[in-house]
């Protein structure tokens, strides 16, 4: 497999991501700023019925949510895992945080992408920190 690769996949929906180009460079910016390196990163968007099998079988969760990151690094300072983004999420949370789809779908882009870095998101703290460094790399992001 080669170095840096990012993938934008989809599960029975018709969707593709717009400047994927644009995002891809983003995406390495923003992890080589955090002083990791991308080995590979498969971002699958679904639906929130596929996410939610997902959340039940993995994680004993039965609720929706926006976002799923299963990390497979294995080697230190670099990144591997797939990162499941539910697109019926993603519109109802725009639509409850009045932003546009796109903002809203590239913030939890970068939110796994940040799970994979390692950070948390389990206390209030942690929350606030991470939100902190999504608005950072969103105004990194010009298209």
């Known amino acids: 497999m080669s170095a840096t690769t990012i993938e934008f996949n989809k599960t029975n929906l018709d969707f593709e991501l717009e400047n994927q180009s644009e995002v891809r460079h983003w995406i390495m910016g923003l992890v080589k700023d955090e002083g990791m390196k991308i080995d590979h990163i498969s971002y699958i968007f679904c639906s929130d019925k596929y996410l939610l099998k997902l959340n039940e ?13 299963f990390d497979y690094s294995e080697k230190e300072g670099f990144i591997y895992g797939e990162i499941y983004i539910s697109l019926d999420r993603v519109k109802a949370n725009a639509k409850k945080f009045k932003t546009t789809f796109e903002h809203e779908l590239h913030r939890v882009m970068i939110h796994g992408v940040m799970h994979l870095i390692g950070y948390n998101d389990k206390t209030s703290k942690q929350q606030s920190a991470m939100r902190t460094l999504e608005d950072q790399y969103l105004a990194l992001l010009e298209l």
């Not at 079988?57 to 990151?69: A, E, P, W």
């Open 57 to 69: 079988q993995y994680l004993n969760h039965d609720t929706y949510t926006d976002v799923i990151t």
